[in-house]
C-alpha cells in the first residue's frame, strides 16, 4: 500500500496466510490497517500435488483474512484469481485431478467470499501466467514449462492438440501492472 501520508511505501512483511492476522499481533495488526491503502491479494496454494484439504484451507483462510484487513483498514481489495474458475470441476475430475479440482474450488469460492463481502475493488481472473515479458524468468516450473521444456530436450516427442491450438500465457509482469 502507498499508506495515507504520501508516497509512504510499506516495507516488506512477512506472514502466515493461514494465521489469524497473518501471524501478527493484534497491534501490529491494527497498526497494518492504518497504512494500507488497497489490498493486492495474490497469494494461493498453486501446487496441484499439495493435499486438496490444504489447497483449500490456504486459499480460503488467505482470502478471508485478506477481505479482514481490507475492512479494517477502510479499502478496495483485489483478488487474483484465475480465468479457470469458468470450469466448474465435475466429480470425474475430483476423482482424477484432486489437487487442480481443489483449486479451482478454492478460487471460485474465495471469489463467492469477496463479492459477498461488499468491499470496493474487483476480481481479476488472468489465464496461465507465465515468466517476465523481457527476460521469459519465471520463479518456478510448472505442468506447462516443464512439458514444453521436455519437449526442448527431447524427452517428449510432441505436445498433444490440434495442430492450430493456442496456448494463452500472460507475462507476470502484466499481471502486477493491471
Not at 482424477?96 to 463479492?115: I, V
Not at 463481502?117 to 516450473?141: E, H, K
Not at 512439458?147 to 517428449?156: A, E, F, K, N
Amino acid at each position: 500500500g502507498g499508506g495515507r501520508r504520501g508516497a509512504l511505501v510499506l516495507p516488506e512483511l512477512r506472514g502466515d496466510l493461514v494465521a489469524p492476522r497473518l501471524g501478527l499481533s493484534p497491534l501490529a495488526w491494527h497498526e497494518l490497517a492504518l497504512e494500507v491503502d488497497v489490498v493486492l491479494h495474490s497469494a494461493a496454494e498453486t501446487n496441484w500435488r499439495t493435499p486438496p484439504e490444504d489447497i483449500v484451507r490456504t486459499n480460503l483462510r488467505g482470502a478471508d483474512t485478506m477481505l479482514d484487513l481490507a475492512a479494517r483498514a477502510d479499502a478496495p481489495l483485489y483478488l487474483v484469481s484465475t480465468a479457470f474458475v469458468a470450469n466448474t470441476p465435475t466429480e470425474e475430475d475430483h476423482r482424477r485431478f484432486p489437487g487442480a479440482a481443489a483449486y479451482l474450488d478454492s478460487k471460485a469460492r474465495a471469489e463467492r467470499l469477496t463479492r459477498e463481502a461488499g468491499l470496493p475493488g474487483a476480481i481479476v481472473r488472468p489465464s496461465v501466467v507465465m515468466g517476465d515479458s523481457v527476460t521469459g524468468r519465471i520463479a518456478g516450473q510448472q505442468g506447462l514449462t516443464k512439458t514444453i521444456g521436455s519437449m526442448v530436450l527431447g524427452q517428449v516427442p510432441v505436445l498433444p492438440g490440434a495442430p492450430d491450438a493456442r496456448i494463452h500465457m500472460v507475462p507476470q509482469d502484466y499481471v502486477a501492472r493491471a
